[in-house]
Structures are given as C-alpha cells and as structure tokens.
C-alpha cells in the first residue's frame, strides 16, 4: 500500500533529551513537510522540503532540525532547545509539481505524539 | 505574515441541522483547500478549489471560493454524526513558495444526535 508512515505513535522522553521523529513516505513525492499540533488547535508549519538536500524553515522552526537526504524520508529532530516539545507532531507530503492541479494536496500520516515529562 | 483564520472555532450542532465554517486568509491564496480530522486522527483531504467564486458539492457538503481567493466557506447540509471533526481549510499563498502551506485555525465540530 502507497502513504505515509510515522513511528512511534507514542514517544515519551526526559527533558533535555534530543528526540528523532521517523517519517517515511512511498509516494514518490518530491515535496515534504512537517507540523505541529497543540491540543485544541490548528497545525503549524516547522520545516518543509520541495526536494533532497533541500530544506526550509516554517513559522516555528526553533529547537527543531531535519535532514532530507533521501526522497523517501525527512525525520526531525526534536532538540532540547525546543521550550515546548510536548505536541502532536505531523509529517505530510505532496507531489510538489509546481503547475500540475492538485500537486500541493497534502497527504498526512498518523502522526507521533510526544510527551516530555 | 501569512494568516489563515477561521470561524467559529467550535460549533454544537443538533444531528440535522445545517453547519457553516468560514476561512479568511490575509493574502491572495493560489487555491484552497479543505481537510477534516476526526477525533485523534489526522487530516484528510476533501477537496480542492482553485478558480475564483468556484463552487463544489460533494454530497452535503458546499464548498465556495470567493472572488478575490481570500475566502472561503464549507457548509455541510443535514448534519449527521459521522461529520464530527475538526475541518481545516489551507492553501499556498500568491506569489509565495508554491510549496509553502498555510492551514487555518480550524472549526471543531460536534453533533448530538
């Protein structure tokens, strides 16, 4: 089956720990991104990525990094920097093909939900 | 920067009455488009309008786009208790990053049966 997987569902870590988000995705899709959702609210952009070795900073960008060296794959790294990492983190893609209807539809998956304690 | 609100944030519906959620964006958008979320889910995507004043239907479902690709509407017709959800409208801004999403603060609705 085509989608997007993300692993774990649950993660707990201490604070002050770095913390990896897994995202895989076999769409073929060039484009990736990643969101944050806090209970109650909408999503909020933290990274995306139009193609490999290629990444840009969303609107909440501080305390997390990525890496895109494969098409198939953009983890993200939740760093002890982040404030306030306890959040339900999602991972998206899109075909990305600038022009092409519908290329910019979002494909989600399950999503990771991080608790910090 | 780019803002996408949306209203109401909540909405408590009786099971058969009608249901409206509005979506304002500070900027020209390219296209909208709408996602639901079910509770403890993710968002799936529903539809996609892209010509100004288009308007769609899926089933109960009316989505409009305004004639300055500002905003938006999603009215749903006869609600029933599977519409439950948080519905979010998004979409690329003009002429920002094509691939650069803004998603709306989303309406969260509940309906009793």
Request: glycine content about 10%; proline content about 5%.
């Amino acid at each position: 089956d085509g989608g997007i997987t993300q692993s774990p569902k649950y993660l707990f870590r201490k604070e002050g720990q770095n913390v990896t988000l897994s995202c895989e995705q076999n769409l073929n899709h060039d484009a990736m991104y990643w969101y944050r959702q806090d209970p109650g609210q909408g999503l909020r952009l933290i990274y995306y990525s139009q193609i490999v070795n290629d990444f840009q900073k969303g609107d909440i960008a501080e305390g997390y990094s990525v890496s895109r060296e494969k098409k198939e794959s953009f983890p993200l790294t939740v760093t002890s920097a982040q404030k306030n990492p306890t959040a339900f983190y999602l991972c998206a893609s899109s075909s990305g093909l600038a022009g092409v209807p519908g290329a910019d539809t979002q494909y989600f998956g399950p999503g990771t939900r991080l608790t910090v304690l | 920067g780019q803002q996408v609100m949306q209203i109401p944030q909540y909405q408590h519906v009786q099971e058969g009455e009608d249901f409206t959620t509005y979506c304002n964006s500070s900027t020209t958008l390219s296209n909208i488009q709408w996602y639901k979320q079910r509770p403890g889910g993710h968002p799936v995507f529903l539809i996609q309008l892209v010509k100004s004043g288009e308007v769609k239907k899926q089933k109960r479902l009316t989505f409009q786009f305004g004639e300055a690709k500002k905003n938006s509407s999603l009215h749903i017709t006869a609600t029933q208790t599977t519409d439950v959800g948080t519905y979010f409208c998004a979409g690329p801004a003009v002429p920002d990053n094509f691939n650069k999403f803004y998603f709306g603060s989303g309406t969260k609705l509940n309906v009793k049966p």
